[in-house]
C-alpha cells in the first residue's frame, strides 16, 4: 500500500480513483476484436473461394463483407481505446504511471489499453488491405 | 589479373574490400534474382533494391544518431523532443513504411500470378525426392515427358502447374520469377514470361530431405523457333547408338533391368518410377542439376549413385566391370 504522506508520490495518490478494483479485461479486449476480424475476414474468404465463387472466380461479395466486418472491429476498437484514453487521463500524473498507488494503477491500465488498441487499430487495417487489392480467389 | 594497388588501404581493409567485391560478384549468375531474365523476377528486383536503398538509409540515420548521442549530444535533451522522436520515429515511421511495402506487394502479386489461359507453353512438373519429372502439354494434347531440364522461348508466357507425391517441394527458377510451393494433394500454378534468351538454374526452394540441395535443374530461354525445334526432338523416340560398344551399352541396359524404372522411346525400356532418358545426353546437367554432361559424370552416377545423391531410389550400379559402365555411359551420352 502507498504510503500517503510520502511527497514523491501524485498528490491524487491519497484519492482513490473512481474504481478501487480496476478490471484487466479491458486490456486484452482491443486484440481479441483484432484476432476476430482476422478470423473471421479469412474463413469468410475461404468459404467464399470454395463454396461460392471457385478458383479463380471474383471475391465479390466477399470484400463487402471483410468491410463490414473492418468498420465494426474499428468502432469497437476505437471505443476500447478512447475508455482506456480516459482511465490513463485521470488526474494530472504523466506516463509511466509506475508508482504502487491504486490512482496509478488505474492509469497505468488505461496506458497500455490505449497502446494495445493503437496496435490493434492498425493491424485490423492491415489485415483488410489483401481485401481491397486483391479482386479474385486466384 | 593482377591485382590493382590500393595504396591508401591498410592490409585488413583491402581483405574487406575485396571480400565486398566477391560478395557482390556473388549476386551475378545463372541463379541470382538480382540479374533478372523475367517479368516475374525484374518487378521483384525492383521491390528488392527499393528495400535495400531504404534500408541502407535507415542503417544510416540510426548509426548517425547513435554516434551522435554518444560522441557529441551527450547532454540533457528536451523531453517533448526526444518523445516525439521515438514516437514519430520509433512507431509511426515503421508503420507507415510497413504499410507502404505491404501495399506494394499486394498490387505486385496480380503481375506475378496473370491469367494463364493464353500461355504460349504448358508444362507439367512433379517435384519427387531428390528430381524433376517434367511433361511438355501441347496444344494438340501430346504429352512430351522429360526430366531435370526446363527450356522456355523468349518472350512468350509458360504456364507451369506443379504437384508432388511425396513430400512439399518448391519450384523455383530465381532468374526468371517468383517460386511456388509443391504440396502433395494439391495442385498449385505459375506463370514465367522470360525477357532474355540464356541458361539458368532452378532449385528445390523447401527442405525435402536428405538430397534437397542436390534437386536442381537447368533452365535454358531459347528464341521461339530454336525452342520449337527442340521440342520437337524430345517429342522423338530415341536415335539408334552412333557405335558397337554404345549399341553394346543399350544391350546392358536392358539386360540389367534399367527399363523396368526408365522409359528411353522407341525401345522396350518403358519404366517410369525414374527419370525418363530418351534424350538424357542431350540435357543441360545429369543427376537434377548436380553434375556435367558427359560420359564420365554418367559413369560416375551409375557407379557411386549414393555418392553423388546421398539416399536417391536409385540403387548404385558399383559391382558392374568397367567395360560395361563405360559402355552404359557412351549409350545414355549419346542419347540426344
Redesign the interface.
Known amino acids: 500500500m502507498a504510503d500517503p504522506q510520502r511527497l514523491d508520490l501524485p498528490h491524487d495518490a491519497r484519492d482513490p480513483p473512481p474504481r478501487a478494483r480496476d478490471s484487466l479485461w479491458i486490456l486484452p479486449l482491443a486484440p481479441t476484436v483484432w484476432a476476430l476480424h482476422f478470423l473471421a475476414s479469412y474463413v469468410t474468404g475461404a468459404v467464399w473461394c470454395a463454396k461460392v465463387a471457385g478458383y479463380g472466380g471474383p471475391l465479390g461479395d466477399a470484400r463487402v463483407l471483410v468491410g463490414i466486418y473492418t468498420a465494426v472491429a474499428l468502432a469497437i476498437i476505437a471505443l476500447v481505446g478512447m475508455a482506456g484514453w480516459r482511465r490513463h487521463s485521470y488526474g494530472d500524473a504523466t506516463a509511466p504511471h509506475d508508482f504502487a498507488t491504486a490512482a496509478d494503477r488505474h492509469r497505468f491500465l488505461g496506458f497500455a489499453t490505449v497502446l494495445l488498441a493503437a496496435l490493434s487499430f492498425v493491424a485490423t487495417l492491415l489485415v483488410a488491405l489483401p481485401a481491397v487489392f486483391t479482386g479474385s480467389c486466384r | 589479373m593482377p591485382a590493382l594497388p590500393i595504396p591508401f588501404l591498410t592490409h585488413g581493409r583491402r581483405l574487406t574490400a575485396a571480400a565486398g567485391v566477391l560478395a557482390l560478384a556473388a549476386c551475378d549468375g545463372p541463379q541470382s534474382t538480382l540479374t533478372p531474365a523475367g517479368v516475374g523476377a525484374e518487378r521483384i528486383a525492383d521491390l528488392w533494391w527499393w528495400m535495400f536503398g531504404g534500408a541502407v538509409v535507415i542503417w544510416v540515420v540510426v548509426i548517425g544518431l547513435a554516434v551522435y548521442a554518444t560522441r557529441f549530444g551527450t547532454g540533457r535533451h528536451d523531453v517533448r523532443r526526444a518523445r516525439l522522436l521515438i514516437i514519430g520515429a520509433g512507431a509511426v515511421f515503421p508503420?507507415v513504411v510497413?504499410?507502404a511495402l505491404?501495399?506494394w506487394g499486394?498490387?505486385l502479386?496480380?503481375v506475378l500470378?496473370p491469367?494463364t489461359g493464353d500461355a504460349a507453353v504448358r508444362v507439367e512438373v512433379e517435384g519427387l525426392r531428390w528430381w524433376w519429372r517434367v511433361t511438355y502439354v501441347t496444344p494438340d494434347g501430346r504429352r512430351i515427358p522429360l526430366a531435370n531440364e526446363i527450356r522456355l522461348p523468349v518472350g512468350q508466357m509458360a504456364a507451369f502447374t506443379l504437384t508432388s507425391p511425396d513430400v512439399i517441394h518448391s519450384f523455383w527458377i530465381p532468374s526468371l520469377g517468383g517460386k511456388m510451393d509443391m504440396i502433395p494433394g494439391r495442385v498449385t500454378e505459375l506463370a514465367l514470361e522470360p525477357t532474355r534468351t540464356g541458361v539458368f538454374r532452378g532449385a528445390c526452394a523447401e527442405y525435402c530431405g536428405t538430397s534437397h540441395a542436390l534437386m536442381q535443374f537447368g533452365v535454358e530461354v531459347l528464341e521461339p523457333a530454336a525452342f520449337d525445334d527442340w521440342l520437337a526432338t524430345q517429342a522423338a523416340p530415341a536415335e539408334a547408338p552412333a557405335s558397337p560398344e554404345a549399341a553394346r551399352g543399350r544391350e546392358l541396359f536392358l539386360a540389367f533391368g534399367c527399363g523396368a524404372c526408365h522409359a528411353v522411346r522407341g525401345t522396350p525400356a518403358d519404366g517410369t518410377i525414374g527419370p525418363d532418358l530418351t534424350h538424357v545426353g542431350g540435357r543441360l546437367t545429369l543427376g537434377a542439376g548436380i553434375l556435367p554432361n558427359d560420359p564420365a559424370a554418367f559413369a560416375r552416377w551409375i557407379g557411386d549413385t549414393h555418392e553423388v545423391k546421398p539416399d536417391a531410389e536409385m540403387p548404385p550400379f558399383g559391382m558392374l566391370p568397367a567395360a560395361d559402365l563405360r559402355a552404359l555411359a557412351l549409350y545414355l551420352d549419346g542419347l540426344t
Do not use: E, S, Y
Request: glycine share 0%; charged share 20%.
Open positions: 508503420t510497413l504499410t505491404l501495399i499486394l498490387r502479386m496480380p500470378r491469367p
